[in-house]
């Protein structure tokens, strides 16, 4: 009990940013200490109604209609970039291409055309992001 109880109080409230470092082009720590559950990122990475990373991306899964091709493909993308490199371009896109289209999954601030249901607050929270991290290092083909 006591150690849910730090848990909580370590990790940001709901709808909050967490803090981080960005060395290079990486966010080397996981957000707020958190582990990642590939099988949540994968359902997350899959939800057309929170990050929707479909309508840019394709993954390799032939059960999903309809993916972009906006964005790079995901297959292998866990043999292109570090755990670190994948966290910066879901925080925070445009540290590494100040021209990226992506929408910065974890930033409250400066952002243009914000969906009313995200306003004041991330499109995906600290836990998310590592799922989504987890996830995505699975992919390595």
Known sequence: M?????LAA?????????GFVVRGDAIEAPLAGLVGDAARGEAVVKNRETANCLICHS???PREPFMGEIGPPLAGVGGRLSPGQIR???VDPTRVNPGAIMPAY????DLLRVDPRFAGR???????IE?????????RE
């Open 2 to 6: 006591v150690l849910a109880l730090l």
């Open 10 to 18: 370590a990790s940001p409230a709901a709808g909050q940013v967490a």
């Open 59 to 61: 993954i390799p899964d």
């Open 88 to 90: 910066l371009r879901l």
């Open 106 to 109: 974890h930033r409250t601030h």
């Open 122 to 128: 991330p499109v995906l929270g600290a836990q998310e």
């Open 131 to 139: 799922d989504v991290v987890a996830w995505l290092v699975t992919l």
